[in-house]
């Protein structure tokens, strides 16, 4: 153990009581809050002090460095998208600190790089974030921040020259970008950092080339900081989503096709329940909690009545649907069922027609756009990131890239087991350990979980939990109540 020196003294309570919402609330601490106060500084620095001088002396500190190293030291990819036969991708390299945009001609092609953050940005902190690819792949829109700020700068570069174009919007956040069927211009949401009106929420039309002062505003929600307007599409029409924060949230959808002249058509009105569309090969898909708390999955007939009518495509179950995503002529939906991901596969007729294969405790997450094959990105305890697509032509799943570490996976194994909850209900919980002791005796462990709001934490590779299993540690991963699983607790 380390040598432990004398501790800081104790920190001075202060209590200062406020009456909240009817409630005395005390807070012994407030003191602490003025970060810039002389003696919140002084505390700071003896706090440090401390703990550096005890984590400092810990045996092994060196080797645990180095190993922690080597399992983050590997190459990495991610936001795979496809146009045409052109591969577009993040990779990072073993020895780089942020990862950069890549482009492949075919699948079998030579990676080139597109988009480098160290040009982007001032230091080692610039990202870069590949959002959008025209359709015919000559123009890619990517995001640059710097240092895990909120906001981004939104650029679009040229894939064949490399030139990135002058027709970048400044830092803000983007609701929705689209590519227009032209391939001369584009539709976007864009709330700008530092705006005239800071709270006038629209979507605009831009003639790449052009000045942004020159954009037609294809649709206005009108001006107030409870509105947020959204916007998605395929050709040939644009869907515009206005969220009403108001009293109560509710939600407005429109419709307005490419054609210059067009004028919105509204589908929905002050929808009060969970409405995320999909513009799919002519058709208006949507996910709702509409009569489904578990959610469905729908197609939307508009009516000449406000209220549009709802095919059902994919019914509620017993799992509540986590993601979805339709390709060519297939809905795909996905789940968490005791603490494993599935993926079903529907027709536009509602039925289900199979199953993407999933192994047992592998997490798989779809990623998109999707383009002709369903993209998905998938991991387990021992097994790191791999992305692969699922083509729903011959129902099998191809490796496309692979995280590899040096971690020996097959020394390693998980099981399920099962506790109870207190009104009775019988909880999945995995272990995760060396093959040699999981089965008996009494380890060291550790355990970690969450669930709420609809989201559990599922199986996936963690360099910490990689390193301690190498050690003798077991890993307990329990669900959750309020997660995905099993709803609110």
Same mark, same amino acid.
């Given at each position: 153990?380390?040598?432990?020196?004398?501790?800081?003294?104790?920190?001075?309570?202060?209590?200062?009581?406020?009456?909240?919402?009817?409630?005395?609330?005390?807070?012994?601490?407030?003191?602490?809050?003025?970060?810039?106060?002389?003696?919140?500084?002084?505390?700071?620095?003896?706090?440090?002090?401390?703990?550096?001088?005890?984590?400092?002396?810990?045996? !092994?500190?060196?080797?645990?460095?180095?190993?922690?190293?080597?399992?983050?030291?590997?190459?990495?990819?991610?936001?795979?998208?496809?146009?045409?036969?052109?591969?577009?991708?993040?990779?990072?390299?073993?020895?780089?600190?942020?990862?950069?945009?890549?482009?492949?001609?075919?699948?079998?092609?030579?990676?080139?790089?597109?988009?480098? $953050?160290?040009?982007?940005?001032?230091?080692?902190?610039?990202?870069?974030?590949? *959002?959008?690819?025209? $359709? =015919?792949?000559?123009?890619?829109?990517?995001?640059?921040?710097?240092?895990?700020?909120?906001?981004?700068?939104?650029?679009?570069?040229?894939?064949?020259?490399?030139?990135?174009?002058?027709?970048?919007?400044?830092?803000?956040?983007?609701?929705?970008?689209?590519?227009?069927?032209? !391939?001369?211009?584009?539709?976007?949401?864009?709330?700008?950092?530092?705006?005239?009106?800071?709270?006038?929420?629209?979507?605009?039309?831009?003639?790449?080339?052009?000045?942004?002062?020159?954009?037609?505003?294809?649709?206005?929600?009108?001006?107030?900081?409870?509105?947020?307007?959204?916007?998605?599409?395929?050709?040939?029409?644009?869907?515009?989503?206005?969220?009403?924060?108001?009293?109560?949230?509710?939600?407005?959808?429109?419709?307005?096709?490419? =054609?210059?002249?067009?004028?919105?058509?509204?589908?929905?009105?002050?929808?009060?329940?969970?409405?995320?569309?999909? *513009?799919?090969?002519?058709?208006?898909?949507?996910?709702?909690?509409?009569?489904?708390?578990?959610?469905?999955?729908?197609?939307?007939?508009?009516?000449?009545?406000?209220?549009?009518?709802?095919?059902?495509?994919?019914?509620?179950?017993?799992?509540?649907?986590?993601?979805?995503?339709?390709?060519?002529?297939?809905?795909?939906?996905?789940?968490?069922?005791?603490?494993?991901?599935?993926?079903?596969?529907?027709?536009?007729? !509602?039925?289900?027609?199979?199953?993407? $294969?999933?192994?047992?405790?592998?997490?798989?997450?779809?990623?998109?756009?999707?383009?002709?094959?369903?993209?998905?990105?998938?991991?387990?305890?021992?097994?790191?990131?791999?992305?692969?697509?699922?083509?729903?032509? =011959?129902?099998?799943?191809?490796?496309?890239?692979?995280?590899?570490? $040096?971690?020996?996976?097959?020394?390693?194994?998980?099981?399920?087991?099962?506790?109870?909850?207190?009104?009775?209900?019988?909880?999945?919980?995995?272990?995760?350990?060396?093959?040699?002791?999981?089965?008996?005796?009494?380890?060291?462990?550790?355990?970690?979980?969450?669930?709420?709001?609809?989201?559990?934490?599922?199986?996936?590779?963690?360099?910490?939990?990689?390193?301690?299993?190498?050690?003798?540690?077991?890993?307990?991963?329990?669900?959750?109540?309020?997660?995905?699983?099993?709803?609110?607790?």
């Amino acid at each position: 153990m380390p040598k432990l020196m004398e501790p800081p003294l104790c920190s001075p309570v202060e209590p200062v009581t406020e009456v909240l919402h009817g409630m005395a609330v005390t807070d012994p601490y407030r003191w602490l809050e003025d970060q810039d106060s002389p003696r919140t500084r002084a505390w700071i620095e003896e706090q440090t002090f401390y703990a550096r001088n005890y984590l400092d002396s810990i045996p !092994g500190r060196d080797h645990i460095r180095e190993r922690i190293r080597e399992l983050l030291a590997v190459e990495t990819y991610d936001s795979l998208q496809k146009a045409g036969n052109r591969y577009f991708f993040r990779k990072r390299l073993a020895d780089e600190e942020q990862a950069s945009i890549y482009m492949r001609e075919g699948e079998g092609g030579e990676d080139s790089l597109l988009i480098d $953050p160290a040009a982007e940005g001032a230091g080692k902190f610039t990202s870069v974030k590949l *959002l959008r690819v025209s $359709p =015919d792949g000559h123009f890619v829109l990517y995001e640059v921040k710097e240092g895990g700020e909120r906001t981004g700068i939104f650029r679009l570069l040229e894939t064949k020259t490399g030139t990135k174009l002058a027709d970048a919007l400044p830092r803000g956040i983007l609701r929705g970008f689209v590519f227009a069927r032209d !391939g001369k211009s584009f539709y976007y949401s864009h709330e700008p950092v530092e705006a005239t009106l800071p709270f006038y929420r629209a979507a605009y039309r831009h003639e790449i080339g052009t000045a942004f002062s020159e954009d037609e505003e294809v649709f206005s929600a009108g001006e107030d900081k409870r509105l947020r307007l959204f916007i998605l599409g395929e050709d040939p029409n644009l869907g515009i989503l206005v969220n009403k924060c108001f009293d109560s949230t509710c939600t407005d959808f429109y419709l307005r096709s490419f =054609d210059k002249d067009s004028l919105p058509i509204r589908i929905l009105a002050d929808a009060r329940y969970l409405f995320e569309p999909s *513009l799919v090969n002519g058709h208006i898909f949507a996910l709702t909690d509409r009569d489904a708390p578990n959610l469905r999955i729908v197609e939307v007939l508009a009516q000449t009545s406000e209220e549009p009518r709802f095919i059902e495509m994919v019914p509620e179950r017993d799992a509540r649907i986590g993601q979805w995503a339709v390709v060519r002529d297939r809905i795909f939906a996905s789940y968490t069922k005791n603490g494993t991901t599935e993926i079903r596969e529907y027709d536009f007729c !509602g039925r289900k027609t199979g199953e993407v $294969p999933i192994r047992d405790a592998e997490t798989a997450r779809l990623v998109g756009p999707h383009g002709e094959d369903l993209t998905f990105e998938a991991e387990s305890f021992a097994e790191p990131i791999s992305i692969w697509r699922y083509s729903p032509k =011959d129902g099998g799943r191809k490796l496309w890239a692979q995280k590899t570490v $040096p971690f020996n996976s097959a020394n390693y194994t998980h099981r399920r087991v099962w506790y109870t909850s207190k009104d009775g209900t019988q909880i999945p919980m995995f272990l995760m350990g060396h093959r040699d002791i999981i089965e008996s005796g009494t380890h060291p462990a550790i355990m970690t979980s969450y669930g709420g709001f609809g989201a559990s934490v599922m199986p996936q590779f963690s360099f910490f939990v990689a390193f301690l299993v190498e050690r003798g540690c077991l890993f307990a991963l329990p669900s959750i109540r309020g997660g995905a699983d099993f709803g609110a607790g």
